[in-house]
């Protein structure tokens, strides 16, 4: 059997603006923490700009497009304000994600299905700019039918449903949540996606989907940042690598990429 194909890390920064957002001033800065874990073996760094600004501001995105040497995926909703704005950034890939003032984090994933007449230019003006489009859906098989069709290269599974039946000690929902994220993982990559994973990832979850060969990548932000707050961003990226590579040592690389 080939060997399962490197599986990247993107840390997400959000959660450093939200807690220099509590003060109003300029620190801790998403930025220097982005630096440190690129320092710390980070292969990129993704940051969600809110349609309320709660957390990563306008300013945040422009200097870690400039100062970061690792891909740079720019979070945010299909909206035309966000557009302009990622077109004038040019990061190396847009995540399009469902947002609703409200809710506390990004609850659920993007519906692709009942929104492809919208997302089918927007997805077009993107990649004409060489910008990478991903889309954060649940793992359905309609979404990710549709989400071939509408030409996106790359999704990225919600893996949130999952993390918290696992977190929450819920076998039954966790060994459902984990079925559709494994099948859902075959489907996509046999339909010619890039197939990325994230939200609510901690060391255990993030060891246990590493397993998957066909996903490339896992974006990591809320725990990562919490573990930091304890023993520094180095030693979690270290940590979370460690855990990525001890499911990647038992994936049997069943994979035609
Ligand atoms: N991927 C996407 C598309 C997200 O919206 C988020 C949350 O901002 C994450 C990954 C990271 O999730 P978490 O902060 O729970 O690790």
Partial sequence: MSKAP????????????????????ARPDPVRLALAAIAAG???????????RRHIR???????KAEISKPLNFEMAATDDMLSISLATKPHAVCLVPERRQELTTEGGLDVVGQHNVLSPFIARLSDAGIRVSLFIAADPRQIEMAAKLKAPVIEIHTGGWCDAVGDGHADKAASEWKR?????????????????????????????????????LNIGYYMIGEA?????????RAMRAAMERGRARAQGATSA
């Fill in 181 to 217: 994220i494994v099948e859902g993982a075959k489907l996509a990559q046999a339909a010619g996606l890039e197939v990325h994973a994230g939200h609510g990832l901690d060391y255990e979850t993030a060891e246990a989907i590493s397993v998957l060969p066909e996903i490339r990548e």
């Fill in 42 to 52: 980070a292969d990129g760094i993704t940051a969600h700009l809110r349609e309320d």
């Fill in 58 to 64: 306008d300013g945040d995105m422009a200097r870690l």
């Fill in 229 to 237: 707050l304890f023993v520094g961003i180095d030693e979690t990226v």
């Fill in 6 to 25: 490197p599986l990247r890390l993107g840390v997400n920064v959000d959660h450093v603006a939200t807690l220099r957002n509590a003060r109003g001033g």
